[in-house]
């Protein structure tokens, strides 16, 4: 099923941030959302689960560190079952065992806390927990950014086939051009809060209409990147 939003914005410290937008996103779609750092993506990323209510059910969010989503004094077992319980549901320890293998973190141990892990392992963790629900979107703020490239690239790796039997679709928030290349059928460029690009990756990449869809593939080592 389709994802309407109308008229989506933000306003920060009294600044519009994300000018009034309007978004369909398809069942299963991936959509990479890019623009230069302030541009306002983590913000329509926000702004999103703002509308649509955190808890995870329709559009669940992974943000740009780890450290947003994980508590360090507690377990990793207490913030599963914290989100569960956002969700409403009961202890599900097949759906846990399943989204953690699916993640690639089948032996983890939840009685330890998220800083005996690495951010690689953490960042895993934090999908699977997004994942719990099955929302109709997950939203990825920068998921490989923190990553060595070899991680970030069996990361997205691990997420692509878990949700390929799904109808799930991913909003992955990057400026990472190589990354929404590789991920993404679709990309939306934002400038200055302003969506002022939405066509298909290929067109972007061998023609970018916008300045801002200029000057990112002008960065031709994005063809490069391992993700
Ligand atoms: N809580 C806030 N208070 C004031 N200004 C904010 C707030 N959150 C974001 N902004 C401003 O909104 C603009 C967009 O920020 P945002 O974090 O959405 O950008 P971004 O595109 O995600 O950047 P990056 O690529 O660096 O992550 C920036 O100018 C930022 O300073
Ligand atoms: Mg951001």
């Known amino acids: 099923m389709n994802l309407h939003v109308k008229s989506l914005s933000a306003t920060r410290a009294g600044r519009t941030i994300l000018h009034p937008t309007d978004l369909t996103i398809g069942a299963g779609e991936r959509i990479a959302l890019v623009g230069p750092s302030g541009s306002g993506k983590s913000t329509l990323g926000h702004a999103l689960i703002d509308r649509f209510g955190g808890r995870g059910g329709v559009v669940a969010h992974v943000p740009q560190s780890p450290d947003e989503?994980?508590?360090?004094?507690?377990?990793?077992?207490?913030?599963?079952?914290?989100?569960?319980?956002?969700?409403?549901?009961?202890?599900d320890p097949a759906r846990q065992s399943e989204l953690l293998a699916a993640l690639g973190l089948p032996d983890a141990d939840l009685k330890t806390r998220p800083w005996g892990w690495s951010r690689g392992m953490q960042q895993r963790f934090v999908i699977a927990l997004a994942l719990i629900g099955a929302p109709?979107?997950?939203?990825?703020?920068?998921?490989?950014?923190?990553?060595d490239p070899v991680i970030a690239a069996a990361t997205?790796?691990?997420?692509?086939?878990?949700?390929?039997a799904t109808d799930m679709a991913i909003l992955l928030i990057t400026h990472d051009l190589g990354l929404a290349a590789k991920r993404a059928e679709r990309i939306w460029v934002l400038e200055a809060g302003r969506i002022v690009e939405d066509v298909a990756t290929a067109k972007l990449l061998s023609?970018?209409?916008?300045?801002?869809?200029?000057?990112?593939?002008?960065?031709?080592?994005?063809?490069v990147l391992p993700c």
């Open 69 to 91: 989503a994980l508590d360090p004094l507690r377990t990793l077992r207490f913030h599963w079952r914290e989100a569960e319980q956002a969700l409403g549901r009961p202890p």
């Open 136 to 147: 109709k979107l997950l939203i990825l703020d920068e998921p490989t950014s923190a990553l």
């Open 156 to 164: 997205m790796d691990l997420v692509d086939r878990h949700l390929a």
């Open 207 to 223: 023609r970018p209409a916008s300045s801002a869809a200029q000057a990112l593939v002008a960065h031709r080592n994005w063809a």
